[in-house]
C-alpha cells in the first residue's frame, strides 16, 4: 500500500512541478512579449536608427522606453542622441557593440524620422563646385529648419548647419 500511495504522491508533485514551471514560462513569456517584438521588428528592419514612435502600436512610451534600455544593455542597439538609437553589430576589434552604419548616414536617417529636411552643406557645396579640393568630413550636415537634438557616438558628434533656400556661389 506504501508503494502505491508513494506513486500517487509523485504524480501530484510532478504535476504541481509542471504547474508551477508552465506558470514561470507563462509569466516569463508576458513579461518579454513586448522585447522580443521589437527586437524581431529591430533585426528584421529595413530601418538603421529607431526612436520611440516606431514602436507606438506596441504599447506607451514608459515601457518602451524600458526596453530600449535593456536592448542597449544586451547589445542590440547603441544610443545615439535622446531618443534616438541604432541598430548594433559587435566589433571585431573591440568585442562592444557599434552602429551598423556611419554617424553621418544615421544622423540623415534620424533627421528624416523627426521630419528635419537635410540640404548639402557648405563645404559639399563648395567641394562639388570645386572651389576646394578638400573633401568634407561628413560630420557637418546642412538642415533646413530647427533641429536641437545632438547626435553623436562615442565621442563623435554631428553639427548641424542652416542650409540656405538657394546657394548660388558661382
Given at each position: 500500500?506504501?508503494?502505491?500511495?508513494?506513486?500517487?504522491?509523485?504524480?501530484?508533485?510532478?504535476?504541481?512541478?509542471?504547474?508551477?514551471?508552465?506558470?514561470?514560462?507563462?509569466?516569463?513569456?508576458?513579461?518579454?512579449?513586448?522585447?522580443?517584438?521589437?527586437?524581431?521588428?529591430?533585426?528584421?528592419?529595413?530601418?538603421?536608427?529607431?526612436?520611440?514612435?516606431?514602436?507606438?502600436?506596441?504599447?506607451?512610451?514608459?515601457?518602451?522606453?524600458?526596453?530600449?534600455?535593456?536592448?542597449?544593455?544586451?547589445?542590440?542597439?547603441?544610443?545615439?542622441?535622446?531618443?534616438?538609437?541604432?541598430?548594433?553589430?559587435?566589433?571585431?576589434l573591440t568585442g562592444q557593440p557599434v552602429p551598423e552604419k556611419s554617424l553621418r548616414d544615421l544622423a540623415i536617417e534620424a533627421l528624416s524620422k523627426l521630419g528635419v529636411e537635410?540640404?548639402?552643406?557648405?563645404?559639399?557645396?563648395?567641394?562639388?563646385?570645386?572651389?576646394?579640393?578638400?573633401?568634407?568630413?561628413?560630420?557637418?550636415?546642412?538642415?533646413?529648419?530647427?533641429?536641437?537634438?545632438?547626435?553623436?557616438?562615442?565621442?563623435?558628434?554631428?553639427?548641424?548647419?542652416?542650409?540656405?533656400?538657394?546657394?548660388?556661389?558661382?
Amino acid at each position: 500500500m506504501n508503494f502505491i500511495i508513494f506513486i500517487l504522491l509523485d504524480d501530484v508533485v510532478n504535476l504541481y512541478y509542471t504547474y508551477v514551471v508552465n506558470l514561470k514560462e507563462v509569466e516569463m513569456t508576458i513579461k518579454q512579449t513586448l522585447e522580443s517584438r521589437m527586437s524581431y521588428r529591430i533585426k528584421r528592419g529595413k530601418a538603421f536608427v529607431y526612436v520611440p514612435g516606431d514602436f507606438t502600436d506596441l504599447s506607451d512610451s514608459d515601457q518602451i522606453g524600458r526596453v530600449f534600455r535593456s536592448l542597449v544593455q544586451a547589445g542590440l542597439l547603441v544610443k545615439i542622441g535622446q531618443g534616438i538609437y541604432a541598430r548594433a553589430k559587435i566589433s571585431s576589434l573591440t568585442g562592444q557593440p557599434v552602429p551598423e552604419k556611419s554617424l553621418r548616414d544615421l544622423a540623415i536617417e534620424a533627421l528624416s524620422k523627426l521630419g528635419v529636411e537635410v540640404a548639402p552643406s557648405r563645404y559639399e557645396l563648395a567641394y562639388n563646385s570645386g572651389q576646394t579640393t578638400q573633401v568634407p568630413t561628413g560630420r557637418v550636415i546642412g538642415v533646413k529648419g530647427r533641429i536641437s537634438r545632438k547626435i553623436s557616438y562615442n565621442g563623435r558628434s554631428i553639427t548641424f548647419e542652416k542650409a540656405a533656400e538657394q546657394r548660388r556661389n558661382h
